[in-house]
Structures are given as C-alpha cells and as structure tokens.
Nanobody
C-alpha cells in the first residue's frame, strides 16, 4: 500500500523557519512528481510547491523566495524548507504524489496519493 507521512510541523514565531519532511513507501518514488499543498480553516487546499521526477521545481507566488522544495530519492523523501515564515503561512500542510506525466502539478486533481498532513502555526 502507498503511504505518505508528513513530519516537522509545529509552532514558530514570525520570521522563523521549519523544515517539513514527507516519507513515502509503497511506490517507486523516483518516478513520481511530488507536491506540497496547504489548507487553512475555511479555505480550499492550495498549491505551495512541487518537484518533478526530473527535479524541476514550481512555487506559488506567495512562497517564492522563502520556501524551497527538494527530494532525496535514496530516502524516498521530499522536503519543504520554510524560511521567513508569516502568520498567513499557518495551515495544515500536505504532501502528495503524482505518476501521470500529463497531470498538472499545481492542482490537487493532478495527484494520486496524499498524506495526513502536519500543522504549521506561525504566531505574530
């Protein structure tokens, strides 16, 4: 079975940093595009960052320059380094995996598998 497990969330002050990890199992990790999404209360799940199977990256405008996505195929893990955090970054962060080369990596419908999410809270 496919599993994606996020970790690294927590409470941080404005301007601080966190690194999220997403460990995968049950799939050939190197063949998948991987993405990070986030969802705040009452809001739709929104795209944050993606890294393809050939390590091309994409970022939402709201996090560009502050967040960095990376992957370690040997560890079957994708990371999200979050710097200069703002209160508006507060959300549950989810990782996702996509096998279809024709699917969009910036929309939720483009992904086949999702993790449970990890809470990130940024205080003022």
């Amino acid at each position: 079975q496919v599993q994606l497990v996020e970790s690294g969330g927590g409470l941080v002050q404005t301007g601080g940093s966190l690194r999220l990890s997403c460990a995968s199992s049950g799939l050939t990790f190197s063949r998948y595009d991987m993405g990070w999404f986030r969802q705040a209360p009452g809001k739709e799940r929104e795209f944050v960052a993606a890294i393809t199977s050939v390590q091309v990256t994409r970022y939402s405008d709201s996090v560009k320059g502050r967040f960095t996505i990376s992957r370690d195929n040997a560890k079957n893990t994708v990371y999200l380094q979050m710097n200069s955090l703002k209160p508006e970054d507060t959300a549950v962060y989810y990782c996702a995996a996509n096998r279809n080369v024709l699917a969009s990596v910036v929309t939720t419908s483009g992904y086949d598998y999702w993790g449970q999410g990890t809470q990130v809270t940024v205080s003022s």
